[in-house]
Nanobody, 127 residues
Framework: QVQLVESGGGLAQAGGSLRLSCAAS???????????MGWFRQAPGKEREFVAT????????YYTDSVKGRFTISRDSAKNAVNLQMEALKTEDTAIYYC?????????????????WGQGTQVTVSS
């Protein structure tokens, strides 16, 4: 059973910050292999969208344009775990945020069509 444990999220005011964390179960994702990981989000009434991804080795990061300069994705080099530091939050960042890990090891990005998903964590930004 694939297990991605998410933490963080919650309520913040516009301009504030939050930090999301996600760890993949060692049982499924041995730390001997590293997997590209990332975050997606889904706002009410909208489709799930890509937010950020980091490569398996941590050397490459990609962001959707709307969060560039405000969000930072990072990973724990020793295991398959990822963080998303969110700064200068906007009300439009309000969504359920999903951690994703790619099925194939040593990749550059996580692809939605081949990802395992966390259960999601709510981020609400108030004005």
């Amino acid at each position: 059973q694939v297990q991605l444990v998410e933490s963080g999220g919650g309520l913040a005011q516009a301009g504030g910050s939050l930090r999301l964390s996600c760890a993949a179960s060692e049982r499924t994702f041995s730390s001997r292999n590293k997997y590209a990981m990332g975050w997606f989000r889904q706002a009410p009434g909208k489709e799930r969208e890509f937010v950020a991804t980091i490569s398996a080795r941590g050397g490459s990061r990609y962001y959707t344009d709307s969060v560039k300069g405000r969000f930072t994705i990072s990973r724990d080099s020793a295991k398959n775990a990822v963080n998303l530091q969110m700064e200068a939050l906007k009300t439009e960042d309000t969504a359920i945020y999903y951690c994703a890990v790619d099925r194939s090891p040593w990749g550059a990005t996580v692809k939605a069509e081949s990802a395992y998903w966390g259960q999601g964590t709510q981020v609400t930004v108030s004005s």
